[in-house]
DNA sequence: CTCAGAGTGGGTAACGTTACCCATCGCGTG
DNA sequence: CACGCGATGGGTAACGTTACCCACTCTGAG
């Protein structure tokens, strides 16, 4: 235990000189380098001990590695994103690297690429992109100076991996349940492309898109019944409150998300509709919160602890130096709960 | 626009040849520094602008700021953070700065204590400890490496700066109006303490301590009915559970966040009661989700936009210099909603 | 006309770490 | 016995930036 107030780091160089030997053979410990006999090792690790040293992590940046991972959020209200953060931090602390959150913004390209700037200007030694709202070309330029990932959409690039849930998959369930349930007017709610550009390779588009095809395989396409808010609660308030003033009105809605569900729920509530009497609601994430009883939506489950997981296993090997892109994609199930039903009148 | 596919980093150096001037004054001009006159600025900007230079934040860290501030969060899973961290940028942005977030693991003070020295490590020129689990001693060894505001805690210090809602004015009037309505068996969902110390500071002991009191006061301390169990939504779920097994039955249950109260809501509808009617609940917090129309939750707001205003305020002054410690404390108020009634039958 | 002092710009030595290279020591082999 | 080579440890020059100090040029007052 030091004493004083105003004290020093400890740096390599305190402890080289407190275990009589070269920082840089103290860099090797440190780094688990090729070239240190186990007596040199256990001496230097006595030192560290012994003197509480943790390396400079901005000296470190300006040589080597960082042991960063930083990882690019939209925001931090989605609870499925503390799912996937809990699982790569769980993978990548083994090790020794350390996850730092930046906000991306949501649906904001210009922000994101202020926060994808500063995490590269922070040197960390991958970054992890969730669900970004960017082009892919930008994703690109990204990969270019840093091992990249990217999660939650649906691009194929050779410059960087893909964690992804096969949307297509999870909406198909969706629909195909809603159906099976004998619903045929059924809404989808969905978010409101921010690019001009309309990436097909958003999450979003493609679950908008499964609706409209599944809705055509099975002669629905003159009930399709879309609108565009955004992945949020609010989304789905406004969202419901819309598709609710269609004539005649739908009796099932598929919201893009639990949030968006939650929203919808709400605006049901509101026009003193019952769920599931008078209208079906799923969503889609298999939130927490939205499996607990007086909730019970039927949605979709993309498991984020795998997605967490691989992701962070794809950054450590990209670090390591592998250089083909991969591409990794979970199959989503459908959980059925309380909040879907067949429609209450048929014909 | 350089094309090339492996591209060195734009640096100082690189702008300053380009600008025919030293490194130094380039510096200068990036730093906002006295002795540059405004030919020079011009010429700088031009120079950067064309280059497209972003400052290096690793080697800003070896010598001075890296513009960086560290938010400690103890998870992401709590939409009212996302509201504190959200003013908190706009708030230092404008100043340069950026923020970014680790994760402290909820209630884990080793976790916490390897989070806050990830953020040490990465030199950041500030730091936001929010609702921390750990004890005063380590926030204020932590206080005295780097300048720190803490958000959340009832503590006072000669060393760090606090931000924090008036949680024993909030828990007050939650229980008066509970009270007000003619409940006597009114239950209270709380945290389990982490540390074997007990730490007066924490906002979940001051809500527990305002909930006996207040109770006291009414002569209603043989009705205090605690369930301590965690501030997340199964933590809610089980303090209800259990306080629904008392006999005779609470009517009414103040949880301790909303995310209690939902789990909460959750055990109640379960047990085939109905709120309000069976029993009242309420929340703290005013999170977004809950004032939507199927759960209008009765809450407490704090305000988490002034909380994430001031404290990066706060921060920013401390990194100016300011060594004397602040305390700022926000007035919380109720917002009665539709899950709060009189009790069906009185006597 | 001299000189002080403000205003401006630059030179340089750090900051803590690691990559690269070299020196040394044993030991086994031709 | 000489030689080569693997194993180990160390010396040193970066990495990009800023703090500190110094040099020079004006301007205006004495």
Redesign the interface.
């Known amino acids: 235990m030091v004493t004083g ?2 004290r020093r780091r400890v740096t390599i160089t305190d402890v080289a000189d407190h275990a009589r030997v070269s920082t840089t053979a103290v860099s090797k410990v440190l780094r688990n380098a090729y070239g240190v006999s186990a007596a040199m090792r256990a001496k230097v690790q006595a030192a560290i001990d012994e003197l509480g040293y ?6 470190r ?2 040589r080597g590695r ?1 042991f ?1 991972i930083g990882v690019l ?1 939209p ?3 989605n ?1 499925f ?2 799912e996937i ?2 699982a790569l ?1 769980e993978e990548i602390s083994g090790h020794g690297y ?6 991306g913004g949501d649906a904001d390209p210009e922000a994101e690429r202020r926060a994808s ?2 995490l590269v ?3 960390v030694d991958g970054v992890l992109m969730v669900a970004p709202a960017c082009t892919k070309a930008q994703l690109e330029a990204l990969a ?1 100076s840093v091992p990249t990932v990217v999660l939650g959409r649906h691009d194929r690039s050779a410059l960087y991996d893909c964690v992804l849930d096969d949307d297509e998959v999870g909406a198909e369930l969706v629909v195909e349940h809603l159906i099976a349930l004998g619903h045929r007017r059924i809404g989808h709610i969905t978010q409101r492309d921010p690019l001009s550009g309309r990436p097909a390779a958003l999450l979003q588009t493609i679950r908008a898109r499964t609706y409209e095809r599944v809705m055509a395989e099975h002669d629905l396409a003159d009930q399709i019944a879309l609108a565009a808010t955004a992945y949020t ?1 609010e989304g789905g ?1 406004e969202g419901a409150r819309e598709l609710l003033t269609r004539a005649p009105r739908p009796t099932a809605i598929f919201a893009g998300s639990d ?1 968006v569900a ?2 919808a ?6 026009a003193g509709l019952a769920v599931p009497g008078d209208i079906s609601v799923a969503g889609y994430d298999n939130a ?2 939205i499996r ?4 019970s939506l039927t949605s979709v489950d993309q498991n984020g602890a795998i997605m967490g997981k691989i992701a962070g296993r794809l950054l450590l090997e990209r670090i390591g130096g592998r250089a083909a892109a991969v591409r990794f994609a979970v199959i989503p199930t459908l959980v059925t709960r309380r909040s879907t039903a067949p429609p209450r009148s048929r014909g």
């Open positions: 107030d105003r943790r390396p400079h992590n901005a000296a940046a300006m960082t960063t959020l925001h931090i209200r609870p994103f503390a953060l809990d931090t350390q996850a730092i959150m930046v906000q700037d500063a200007d922070r040197q270019r609660e308030y949030q939650f929203g729920l709400a605006a049901i509530h509101e927490r919160m607990l009883a007086h909730i």
